[in-house]
């Protein structure tokens, strides 16, 4: 069964600094689909990066980014330029085919 | 297209009532998953449909619990008998799925809170 891991339940970051969320997962497969999501303080949860295991390329979204190690089975998220509205639950997420599997979460917080 | 709409958004039950949540996604997509979420911790996958067929069942999902996708359109959960335990987010998410589309992730509705007192 896949599972996935994030270490660190809480993290907190200067306005303007950058931070790296962690994420590990664990799988047998090769191809498969990793994902960040975001969920503010009760709001619904919105998708912030996704990666495509078979790209050796780490995928970029604006001030968001990724550091995917495939071998380590590691899959981090750096918020550069941190802002106030990045304060939230982050849940990284692996998929297959099927359904998706979540970590727990790590709670961001943005001091001012 | 206004996303994935819940309904209600939130539910207060005594314990031992029966509930049901309904879940309206994006159109044109053609799977739909339920997941419940407790307080600091991530989704945790029940079910899942394509169209109306029901793919995957979750050992979470107990006798109580049961889901619909009738025409592949909507979905509706019930949990009969609800406990205390029963109390949590439940999250419905929704995904166009080809091989195209695999990794374009979900998109979440806002949720119905459960309060079984």
């Known amino acids: 069964a896949q599972t996935v891991t994030q270490s660190q339940p809480e993290m907190s970051v200067q306005e303007a600094e950058t931070v790296t969320l962690s994420c590990t997962y664990d799988?047998?497969?090769?191809?498969?689909?990793l994902f960040w999501y975001k969920q503010p303080p009760s709001r619904q949860m919105i998708l912030v990066i996704r990666?495509?295991?078979?790209?050796?390329q780490n995928a970029t979204e604006n001030r968001f980014s990724v550091n995917f190690q495939k071998a380590a089975k590691s899959f981090s998220l750096k918020i550069s330029d941190s802002q106030l509205g990045d304060a939230a639950m982050y849940f990284c997420a692996y998929r297959r085919w099927g359904d998706m599997r979540f970590g727990a979460g790590t709670r961001l917080t943005v001091k001012p | 297209d206004t996303g994935v709409s819940q309904n209600p958004r939130h539910k207060i039950t005594k314990r031992g009532q029966n509930v049901t949540f309904r879940c309206d996604p994006i159109s044109e997509h053609n799977r739909l998953y339920w997941y419940r979420q407790t307080l600091g911790q991530g989704p945790e996958f029940l079910t899942y449909f394509q169209n109306e067929a029901q793919l995957e069942k979750s050992r979470l999902l107990s006798d109580r619990f049961s889901a619909e996708r009738p025409k592949g359109s909507f979905s509706t959960l019930e949990i009969q008998r609800t406990e205390q335990g029963d109390s949590a987010m439940y999250l419905c998410a929704s995904s166009l799925d080809d091989a195209r589309a695999l990794n374009y992730g979900y998109t979440f509705g806002s949720g119905t809170r459960l309060t079984v007192v």
């Open positions: 799988t047998s497969e090769s191809d498969y689909y």
């Open positions: 990666q495509e295991a078979y790209k050796q």
